[in-house]
């Protein structure tokens, strides 16, 4: 069989390769090996002081920034307020004069209702006031010196007068047998007549009659309140400005009274309900200013109103009320967010988080470097993280803390460094 001349090469470069990976051992080595020469070399001026001179890192010249100190929670906002608009008196809605979905503010008409039989009601009871209010001024009238009553009481004295001396001519008659004992009998009643005539009239008081004149005047007053009140429930009025955000009832639809008929929420100023926890809660105080990213909203501003008392018991956090703008109307309840309070302020540098260093306790540092290129670790704390940078504070204005290099020299060594320039 004939060998091809593709597998006969093959055989040939396999034992070249075999060949030259044993030929150390076959010929031995003809050349010594050079030792490897560092590049760092030690400095002759000083025994513990390490150099490495060729390696030149960049520096940072730390310009500090005023930096919040900020509270990170989520929270989702609810409406200031949300009532139910009630009917005041059974009757049927005429109109409804707001749009629902829109804007109202405090006192606006939401709903008309029918008015029955009040204006003539109201008509009718003011012209019962008016004849009260005459009764009564008659009343002042006659009690006057020159009035009806003293001259009512002056002829019925003179009236008792006549009657007696008639009484007692007829006595006297009756006595003599000129008239008969009747005649006697009824002088004496026309005498008692008189007399309780004048005992009335004596005993009419012009205080008593003022009071109860008055008094029927604030009773018909008190019947045309309760009808102007029924009048003006007849217009179904927004308690406070707010969203209206539906009505329960329609047109020609009869309502009860006390019967929820709109639906009105505040959106002009919203509250977000925010999480604190309780190792946290003590920093937050009424009136800090609070960052807020709704989702799908962007960002917005806000200012902590009201922090609970208690906690939540089975999350262990104290919720946080923030008061929110909402005056464009471009938020809704119930929206998530991010909040971030703002505790405080401090001085803070801006740098890359690959210039922070971690230790075996996990606190965070950098590398700083003195005038004579000496590196010092410095500690530091993250106060805010914007995008890929990171805000620490603890550096002083104008040092120099080492970026690119400095993760290839550790704390006490000398080296050449390169400033870069400032990050703000």
Known sequence: MKIRMSYISAFIIAGLVVGWMYSDNIIGVSEEVVPFESDFAFSETGEDEKIVPNLITQAL??????????????????TGFDIDVISRRNAFVAARTAIEGGWVETGATLLELDKGTLNADLDAARAERRAAVAAYEEIKKRFRKDGAWVAQLAAARADLEAVRSNYEATEKLVERGVKKPIAKLQQMAELKAAEMRLIELQSLSEEFELSTSYAGIK????????????????????????WLEEFHVE??????????????????????????PQTQISKIRIGDNVDLDIDGAGKRKGQVNKIATSANQATRTFNVEILLDNSDGTLRAGMSAGVSVIIAYVPAFKISPAHLNVDEAGLLSVKTVAADGVVKTVPVIVTQTVGNAAYVSGLQDGALILGMGQAFVSDGIKVAYEIVGETK
């Open 61 to 78: 010249k730390v310009v500090n920034q005023r930096v919040p100190i900020q509270i990170r929670a989520r929270g989702v906002t609810r």
């Open 219 to 242: 009773a018909v007053d008190a019947r045309i309140s309760m009808l102007q009140e029924q009048m003006n429930f007849t217009t179904v009025k927004a308690p406070k400005s707010g």
């Open 251 to 276: 047109v020609g639809e009869t309502v009860g009274e006390n019967a929820p008929v709109a639906r009105l929420i505040g959106l002009k100023s919203l509250i977000l309900d925010a999480p604190i």
